[in-house]
């Protein structure tokens, strides 16, 4: 079995031989303000730097949450209070770890 004639039609638009400048303006197109003034280049992006802290803070705090997590089984047995702190700087040091680049 031979496999489905493929769509024909369609074409060419423009006649053949036709240049991109050959044709002209419609009335509608035409305004005070040429055309290459109407392009607007990006704006450069100041490259980021971040602070030098924010791996010291990140560091720091995630070492603080363990050691807070730490404490409550050593010291503070009939507390939740370190261990909820502990989770606290635990996610304050991956949120500084986000801002880091």
């Known amino acids: 079995m031979a496999p489905p004639k493929r769509k024909s039609g369609g074409g060419r638009v423009t006649p053949k031989g036709t240049q991109p400048n050959d044709r002209t303006a419609s009335s ?41 997590i730490m404490a409550k089984y050593l010291f503070f047995a009939d507390s939740n209070i370190p261990t909820l702190l502990g989770l606290v700087c635990i996610l304050g040091g991956l949120w500084a770890a986000t801002k880091w680049r």
């Open 28 to 68: 509608s197109s035409t305004s005070a303000v040429p055309a290459s003034a109407r392009y607007t280049p990006k704006a450069e992006k100041k490259p980021l730097v971040p602070p030098h802290w924010i791996p010291v803070i990140m560091l720091v705090l995630l070492i603080a949450g363990g050691l807070l």
